[in-house]
């Protein structure tokens, strides 16, 4: 069965820090791209960052770029978001999805879905 469980999320100060987790079971990361979303209340959902499960390559929407880095270790089965500078636009529940598209940029190419977790950017 696959499952996706995010963890990390929780109340930080604007320019801190958070690096959210995605633990993956059910499937090895090598055969789907993991993606970041993200949905604020009253906002439609906004794809984030995605690394692709066969080459390790990235996607950074231009809101995140320079802020926000993906990374995987595949003996965890594990992809993180490393999230610096947050500023409170940044507050939203974010997702991890999996796909078996390349670099899926889309939420409509993702297969799979965690829970989410809440992240909110607030002094």
């Known amino acids: 069965q696959v499952q996706l469980v995010e963890s990390g999320g929780g109340l930080v100060q604007p320019g801190g820090s958070l690096r959210l987790s995605c633990a993956a079971s059910?499937?090895?990361?090598?055969?789907?791209?993991i993606g970041w979303f993200r949905q604020a209340p009253g906002k439609e959902r906004e794809g984030l960052s995605c690394?692709?499960?066969?080459?390790?390559?990235?996607y950074y929407a231009g809101s995140v770029k320079g802020r926000f880095t993906i990374s995987r270790d595949n003996a965890k089965n594990t992809v993180y978001l490393q999230m610096n500078s947050l500023v409170p636009e940044d507050t939203a529940v974010y997702y991890c999805?999996?796909?078996?598209?390349?670099?899926?940029?889309?939420?409509?190419?993702?297969?799979?879905w965690g829970q989410g977790t809440q992240v909110t950017v607030s002094s």
């Open positions: 059910g499937f090895t990361l090598n055969d789907y791209s």
């Open positions: 690394i692709s499960g066969s080459d390790g390559s990235t």
């Open positions: 999805a999996a796909s078996t598209y390349y670099l899926a940029a889309r939420g409509v190419e993702y297969d799979y």
